[in-house]
């Protein structure tokens, strides 16, 4: 079953299920498939998936932060709820703890 567009979601409709977990080191070409989807290369090391109603809808990089998702839905806040949950999971984004270093450091 597709996931229902959040966009499309109303008080009336039944809410989706959204999850978050790590990916599986077999989950490799659903990372792949969705990163096609989105026009991005694949994801490396350690990826958070969010799943919508049981679908993998977008994922996180837990090293780099880069995030890709489904171009088709409205996936904006899955991925607000990954970086969050990137973040629990493996510490501040790195990309900004650098850019904040070198700012000070200007």
């Not at 989950?27 to 694949?42: C, N, W």
């Not at 090391?45 to 969010?50: D, E, I, S, T």
């Not at 799943?51 to 990089?61: F, K, P, Q, T, Y």
């Not at 991925?79 to 493996?90: E, G």
Request: charged share 25%; net charge positive; aromatic share 2%.
């Amino acid at each position: 079953m597709a996931a229902t567009p959040l966009h499309r979601w109303s008080p009336d409709s039944p809410a989706p299920t959204v999850a978050l977990r790590l990916a599986a080191r077999d989950e490799a070409a659903v990372v792949r498939r969705l990163a096609a989807l989105d026009d991005q290369p694949a994801l490396e090391g350690r990826v958070l998936l969010a799943l919508i109603d049981g679908e993998v809808e977008a994922a996180i990089s837990l090293d780099d932060r880069r995030v890709i998702a489904n171009p088709f839905l409205a996936t904006r806040d899955v991925v607000q709820l990954l970086r969050v949950r990137a973040q629990h999971i493996a510490g501040p984004d790195p990309r900004r703890g650098r850019h904040t270093l070198m700012r000070r450091a200007a």
